[in-house]
């Protein structure tokens, strides 16, 4: 595609995008169906363009002031993906003048919000909880997320899946904590590949590779997945589960159930149950009280926790929002706590990375709290078959991992999505 003819279809995507009307990754999909001559090199540039705008955008709102003609197209033009000469031949002589200029300003010239470009609602309960490390955590979220894959346990081994994995030349190595992922450099075709074809792959962020371990579902149990939503922690667990026992994955949309059932089907999984329910006190759900053995609930959340990949997010978000998740998250927990049986284990995480979505829900009533670091350590023990990160003993791992007794996983941490994550077990 000819550079100025690139560089409007940038312009118009960034345009569509910064309405916020609804989330950037579905305004791209159908700007893409809209516009099927685009090639695989210009959607990728379109694309990441558009998202390099998301992640930037108080810092490239501020350079752009000092150019001219549309915004969205300055604002294009600073994000552009790609070689900065090919851009520049769609430029007029005055905007490669200005783009120029733009390169030379330093970041000590900046204010601080156009270095961490986050808005200022979230600033501050970041900067209490990671103190000196904001700016770590600020860059590490404004950067595109890795690529990490759970290798499915009841079709193969990781080291086998590794061997696959090398022999298709793509450089891929053991994820630090979980017994399941691999992390792979860059972020090449995966979609292809015969292992991920029979299901024996799929994509998915070592942390909530974690969330689903953290349940520990054993063969021949009655687990629930109570917010299921494409299915990513069901099929993980029922993996462990061996294909044994009942797994019900429940979620209010039967839109993102829908989008499970492919990967079900590569998975070779058939004790999973997709159902769709009206709310958390559907019926369905009130008849099976009481007879859990696990339950996870990843509850719906400000996804802030997953900035990398969904940088509009941080846009779209605001304060009284997140409290009006708080009060959805309270009665979902509250909810699926019912389903637990006595002496059965209870699991509530968010993608989140905010006090208000995690510690302040975190209260299930009768229900023995159990402290994340000795259960994971315990995990990290006897199913982390190699060496984990920087020789770190399985006690110095989970304690990385967490903050106080729940799990707390960060991206300039742990190299992962921003997870929470804490467990019960009923009395009995």
């Known amino acids: 595609m000819h550079p100025k003819a690139l560089l409007d279809a940038c312009t118009a995507l960034v345009q569509l995008v910064l309405k916020f009307d609804h989330p950037a990754d579905a305004v791209v999909s159908r700007f893409f169906r809209e516009n099927r001559n685009l090639g695989p090199r210009e959607r990728n540039t379109l694309a990441e363009t558009t998202y390099a ?17 549309p915004r969205e197209r300055r604002l294009a033009i600073l994000g552009f993906h790609g070689d900065r000469n090919f851009i520049k031949s769609a430029l007029t002589e005055q905007e490669c003048l200005w783009l120029d200029g733009t390169a030379r300003v330093r970041p000590d010239e900046l204010m601080a919000h156009h270095r961490h470009n986050l808005p200022d609602w979230l600033v501050a309960p970041l900067k209490a ?68 074809i029979a299901g024996e792959l799929e994509v998915q962020d070592e942390g909530s590779q974690l969330l689903a371990w953290l349940l520990e579902a054993k063969r021949s149990e009655m687990v629930a997945d109570f917010c299921a939503g494409a299915g990513g922690k069901t099929l993980a667990i029922g993996a462990t589960m061996r294909n044994t026992g009942r797994l019900y994955a429940f979620d209010v949309s039967a839109h993102r159930l829908d989008a499970l059932k492919p990967r079900l089907a590569r998975s070779g999984l058939s004790n999973v149950h997709p159902v769709a329910i009206a709310h958390e006190r559907d019926e369905r759900i009130k008849r099976l009280a009481g007879k859990m053995d696990r339950v996870l609930v990843d509850a719906p959340c400000s996804g802030l926790g997953t900035l990398r990949r969904n940088p509009d997010l941080k846009w779209r978000q605001t304060a009284a929002g997140v409290l009006e998740l708080q009060a959805k998250q309270i009665a979902i927990l509250g909810s699926a706590q019912r389903l637990v049986k006595a002496g059965g284990r209870l699991v509530y995480a968010t993608c989140s990375v905010l006090p208000e979505e995690n510690e302040a829900v975190a209260e299930a009533p009768d229900f023995e709290l159990l402290p994340v670091p000795g259960l994971l350590e315990r995990l990290l023990a006897q199913d982390s078959s190699e060496a984990l990160a920087g020789g770190r003993t399985p006690a110095d791992a989970s304690a990385h991992l967490c903050s106080g007794p729940y799990l707390r996983m960060w991206p300039h941490r742990h190299d992962t999505d921003g997870f929470f994550a804490a467990v019960w077990q009923r009395k009995t």
Do not use: C
């Open 129 to 196: 909880q990671v103190g000196d490390e904001f700016e770590a955590l600020a860059k590490r979220m404004n950067e595109p997320a890795g690529l990490d894959l759970r290798v499915n346990i009841y079709k193969q081994k990781r080291p086998v899946a590794l061997g696959q994995i090398a022999k298709a030349a793509i450089q891929g190595v053991p994820t630090p904590y979980s017994p399941w992922g691999i992390r792979l450099q860059g972020k090449p075709a995966i979609n292809k590949l015969p292992a991920f």
């Open 53 to 69: 705008v998301l992640r930037q955008k108080l810092l490239f709102e501020h350079l752009a002031r000092s150019g001219s003609g």
